[in-house]
């Protein structure tokens, strides 16, 4: 990382619930129900935070997808450096492979580096880029994208065609709402979308996942 600035200090971002209340959370690296087995380095708590920026455009993602009929369901926002360190020591190192039933069947995780789905250096870090999905009002469950959020697969990839096509049009209408207020989508996955005009483009955080920790540095 010597090539980028990091740093501890969270006073450039917020809290999404207290831009969109109304959004599911759903912080799967706080929980052991992720690629990994465990909780994942960085995260104290399960909160979505994220730049004021970025809270906003997600304010206007929610009016949209509202009137469509649906909520948005989180599964990540800022992740710290640690996190990342955390992903790719278990990716290179670690010999435990007890999720990959569930995240990674088709793969070897060695591979989950050079496939792209996991990144040495993410874009979450720097603050800009969710990991979300809709959530349908009417029936109470989540949308069928056509494979679960970090399926390590080409499955995940927005322009798969191997699914039915309401799964695929289901993606469609996530991406085109996201598009529509300034995110821009990754080919690898169609759960993760990055603000284009994000505010720290060559700056990556390190600060924990913790309500707590932004109260602190604001008093």
């Not at 912080?27 to 970025?54: H, K, Q």
């Not at 499955?155 to 996201?178: A, C, F, K, V, W």
Request: aromatic letters at 16%; a negative charge; hydrophobic letters at 35%.
């Amino acid at each position: 990382m010597s090539s980028y600035d990091y740093t501890l200090d969270p006073s450039g971002f917020v809290l999404l619930s207290d831009y969109v209340p109304q959004v599911i959370q759903e912080i799967r690296y706080f929980s052991t129900y992720n690629f990994v087995g465990e909780r994942v380095d960085g995260y104290e708590e399960p909160c979505a935070i994220i730049t004021p920026e970025a809270a906003r455009a997600l304010k206007s993602v929610s009016n949209e997808a509202n009137v469509l009929g649906y909520r948005l369901k989180i599964f990540d926002a800022y992740r710290p450096v640690s996190a990342v360190r955390h992903f790719v020591f278990w990716a290179l190192e670690d010999d435990d492979v007890r999720m990959k039933p569930y995240f990674y069947p088709e793969i070897d995780k060695t591979d989950t580096i050079p496939l792209g789905y996991i990144a040495k250096q993410s874009s979450h870090s720097r603050g800009s880029t969710v990991d979300l999905t809709l959530f349908d009002m009417k029936t109470g469950k989540e949308v069928d994208m056509g494979s679960p959020f970090d399926f390590f697969g080409e499955r995940s990839h927005p322009d798969y065609r191997g699914i039915t096509d309401e799964q695929y049009e289901n993606r469609m209408t996530l991406q085109r709402i996201m598009v529509r207020n300034g995110f821009e989508p990754y080919e690898c996955e169609w759960w993760h979308f990055t603000l284009k005009n994000e505010p720290y483009p060559d700056t990556y955080f390190a600060f924990p996942v913790s309500s707590a920790y932004l109260r602190r540095t604001r008093v």
